[in-house]
Nanobody
């Protein structure tokens, strides 16, 4: 099993920045991909970004390209999501998850964290 813990959410004004962290523990070597997803009230959970721990390849959904950056931390099994130029429509609960395929399809991910709330509002 893999355990995931997200942190770093909060309230920020439009145009501001936040950095989310995802700390993974357990059998992480079996699940080399970490993805970030978000779910706004009344909406489907959508993939935001993902990264492969094998070669560092990253993917982003179109709505966050140029604003969000996913990266691996110096500490093993830690992944960050740097979010800049935040907009009201970025408001959601953000989840990290692990899987074996580098996709933004939530059904390809096996283990999930509990989520962290991001609210963008003035």
């Amino acid at each position: 099993q893999v355990q995931l813990v997200e942190s770093g959410g909060g309230l920020v004004q439009p145009g501001g920045s936040l950095r989310l962290s995802c700390a993974a523990s357990g059998f992480t070597s079996k699940y080399p991909v970490i993805g970030w997803f978000r779910q706004a009230p009344g909406k489907e959970r959508e993939g935001v970004s993902c990264i492969s721990s094998n070669d560092g390849t990253t993917y982003y959904t179109d709505s966050v390209k140029g604003r969000f950056t996913i990266s691996r931390g110096n500490r093993a099994n830690t992944v960050y999501l740097q979010m800049n130029s935040l907009k009201a429509e970025d408001t959601a609960v953000y989840y990290c998850a692990t899987g074996r395929r580098l996709t933004l399809n939530r059904y390809d991910y096996t283990y999930w964290g509990q989520g962290t709330q991001v609210t963008v509002s003035s």
